[in-house]
T-cell receptor
Framework: EDQVTQSPEALRLQEGESSSLNCSYT??????LFWYRQDPGKGPEFLFT???AGEEKEKERLKATLTKKESFLHITAPKPEDSATYLC??????????????FGEGTQLTVNP | DTAVSQTPKYLVTQMGNDKSIKCEQN?????MYWYKQDSKKFLKIMFS???????INETVPNRFSPKSPDKAHLNLHINSLELGDSAVYFC?????????????FGPGTRLTVL
């Protein structure tokens, strides 16, 4: 069974204080690892997809990396508007229509001004 | 120009009632999903449909019945609501191309069963 574990559960940072969120996964045949951002009362918002170990993607202050066992979401010089819950999810197995995402429980990030 | 929309946003009802949640996507995607997010914010797949055909049916009570009238719509009907059904329900859609398919989520429907 696919498993995704995110750490820490919650993270408080001062504005400008860089840090990383971790997503460890156990899957049979990774097809993609996804990062989403979720604001309170809203649906998950897509950030990145990573497909293979060594891949990196960047968007503004966020950078996602992938190894064979985990992914990191690096946040450089965060701002208060980066406060949200960050969700990691994996898609595994052979390519079939409607494949499920298996989510971790998320990291709640708070950036104080 | 909302990509994935759901109605209603909030739903408060009594135990034993039957209710429906509607979802529509205007992205032209072939596949739609229902996820449940519990009080601990954990998102779990319930169903997926591809071109109106049921693909995934997780271990969900048969009180939950999805219906897809066309590939842009996926509704969720729940019979005999129970307290444990209280959660936020998210609809999502994806286009099945490439090595994996990115799923785009709606704003969610918060269901409260009293």
């Amino acid at each position: 069974e696919d498993q995704v574990t995110q750490s820490p559960e919650a993270l408080r940072l001062q504005e400008g204080e860089s840090s990383s969120l971790n997503c460890s996964y156990t899957v049979s045949g990774l097809r993609g690892l996804f990062w989403y951002r979720q604001d309170p009362g809203k649906g998950p918002e897509f950030l990145f997809t990573l497909y293979s170990a060594g891949e990196e993607k960047e968007k503004e202050r966020l950078k996602a990396t992938l190894t064979k066992k985990e992914s990191f979401l690096h946040i450089t010089a965060p701002k208060p508007e980066d406060s949200a819950t960050y969700l990691c999810a994996v898609q595994a197995g052979r390519l079939i229509s409607g494949s499920r995402l298996t989510f971790g429980e998320g990291t709640q990030l708070t950036v104080n001004p | 120009d909302t990509a994935v929309s759901q109605t209603p946003k909030y739903l408060v009802t009594q135990m034993g009632n039957d209710k429906s949640i509607k979802c529509e996507q205007n992205l032209g995607h072939d596949t739609m999903y229902w996820y449940k997010q519990d009080s601990k914010k954990f998102l779990k797949i319930m169903f997926s449909y591809n071109n109106k055909e049921l693909i995934i049916n997780e271990t969900v009570p048969n009180r939950f019945s999805p219906k897809s009238p066309d590939k842009a719509h996926l509704n969720l009907h729940i019979n005999s609501l129970e307290l444990g059904d209280s959660a936020v329900y998210f609809c999502a859609s994806s286009q099945d191309r490439g090595p994996s398919d990115t799923q785009y989520f709606g704003p969610g429907t918060r269901l409260t069963v009293l």
